[in-house]
């Protein structure tokens, strides 16, 4: 079964704590991204992987690190997490270039996060 | 500044009755519209749009583009209760960022 999965579904902790919330997926995609969503301001791109070892940053990229080291992974890493990167954040993967009809996007379960 | 934008932000109606939801953007680069529905969870696909013109179905639902206004319009209609939900617009550009309108929040009530 076609799945992306994120760890740990919920999560708080504490201001300037580390942590590293994981994403994995099982369809040989390309592309991966991670958004955070907001009450009124909808979801917002924060990082996204075209490959294995290839990132951009997207509209909100400060306070946050990722990594991809394998095809299947892209984890999401928070040095010191604040207050203001309480949100509900989504994983998600499609394959290939956005040139390909139908491209679909598959979206992880979220993982809420609230810092303390 | 890349944006999305999507109209109405709230919209209730009543079992049977069509709706049209609004998303125009200003997106340099633009490559793609895409449109979601979220329920209590993740966003599911519904539609990929990338050329003008080109109506995309899926059962009762309907997608159009618009490359040169710059807009897209959902279409429902014969809503059901099961079509509650926020839907959601997003503008791909051609280097892979994915820029995301505020959504419509749709109530179908009996």
């Known amino acids: 079964e076609a799945q992306v999965t994120q760890n740990p579904r919920y999560l708080i902790t504490v201001t300037g704590k580390k942590l590293t919330v994981t994403c994995s997926q099982n369809?040989?995609?390309?592309?991966m991204s991670w958004y955070r969503q907001d009450p009124g301001l909808g979801l917002r791109q924060i990082y996204y992987?075209?490959?294995?070892?290839?990132?951009d940053k997207g509209d909100v990229p400060e306070g946050y690190k990722v990594s991809r080291k394998e095809k299947r992974n892209f984890p999401l890493i928070l040095e010191s997490p604040s207050p203001n990167q309480t949100s509900l954040y989504f994983c998600?993967?499609?394959?290939?270039?956005?040139?390909?009809?139908?491209?679909?996007?598959?979206f992880g379960p979220g993982t809420r996060l609230t810092v303390l | 500044e890349d944006k999305v934008v999507q109209s109405p932000l709230s919209l209730v109606v009543h079992e049977g009755d069509t709706v049209t939801l609004n998303c125009s953007y200003e997106?340099?680069?633009?490559?793609?519209l895409l449109w979601y529905k979220q329920e209590k969870k993740a966003p599911t696909f519904l539609f990929m749009l990338t050329s003008s013109g080109i109506e995309k179905k899926s059962g009762r639902l309907s997608s159009i583009l618009d490359k040169k206004e710059l807009f897209s319009i959902l279409n429902i209609t014969a809503t059901q209760t099961g079509d509650s939900a926020v839907y959601l617009c997003a503008a791909k550009t051609s280097y892979d960022k994915v820029i995301f309108g505020p959504g419509t929040s749709l109530s179908v009530i009996p």
């Open positions: 998600a993967t499609h394959r290939g270039r956005v040139l390909v009809s139908n491209n679909e996007q598959f």
């Open positions: 992987s075209m490959n294995v070892e290839v990132t």
């Open positions: 997106v340099t680069n633009f490559r793609s």
């Open positions: 369809m040989n995609h390309e592309y």
